[in-house]
C-alpha cells in the first residue's frame, strides 16, 4: 500500500520559513513525480510545485519566488521549502504522487493526510 506522511508543519510568525516533508512507503519515488498543495479555509486547493521524476520542477507563479521543491529518492522523500511566510499562508500542505506534473490537482493521486502550517504572531 502506497503512504504518504506530510511533517514539518506548525506556529510559525510572519516572515519565517519552513521545510516541509512528505515520506512516501510501499512504493519507489523515483519515476514518480510529487506535487504540493495547500488548503485554507475559505479558499478552494491551490497547487503550490511539483517535480518530475527527472527532477525538473515546475512552479506556479504566484509561489515561485518563496518556494523550492526538491526530492531525494535515497530517502524516498519530497521536500516544501517556504519563505516570507504570511498569515494568509496558514493552511493544510498536502503532497501527492503522479505519472507527471499535471497541472490539475485532479490528475494525482495517493494523497498524503496533510501537515497543518499556522503563521501568527
Known amino acids: 500500500q502506497v503512504q504518504l506522511v506530510e511533517s514539518g508543519g506548525g506556529l510559525v510568525q510572519p516572515g519565517g520559513s519552513l521545510r516541509l516533508s512528505c515520506e512516501v512507503s510501499g512504493f519507489d519515488l523515483e519515476g514518480r513525480s510529487v506535487g504540493w498543495f495547500r488548503r485554507a479555509s475559505g479558499v478552494e486547493r491551490e497547487g503550490i510545485a511539483c517535480?518530475?521524476?527527472?527532477?525538473?520542477?515546475y512552479y506556479v507563479e504566484s509561489f515561485r519566488d518563496r518556494v523550492t521543491i526538491s526530492r531525494d529518492n535515497g530517502k524516498n522523500t519530497a521536500y516544501l521549502e517556504i519563505k516570507s511566510l504570511k498569515p494568509e499562508d496558514t493552511a493544510n500542505y498536502y503532497c501527492?504522487?503522479?505519472?507527471?506534473?499535471?497541472?490539475?490537482?485532479?490528475?494525482?493521486?495517493?494523497w498524503g493526510q496533510g501537515t497543518q502550517v499556522t503563521v501568527s504572531s
Open positions: 517535480i518530475g521524476s527527472d527532477g525538473k520542477t
Open positions: 501527492a504522487l503522479s505519472g507527471f506534473c499535471y497541472s490539475d490537482y485532479r490528475n494525482f493521486d495517493s
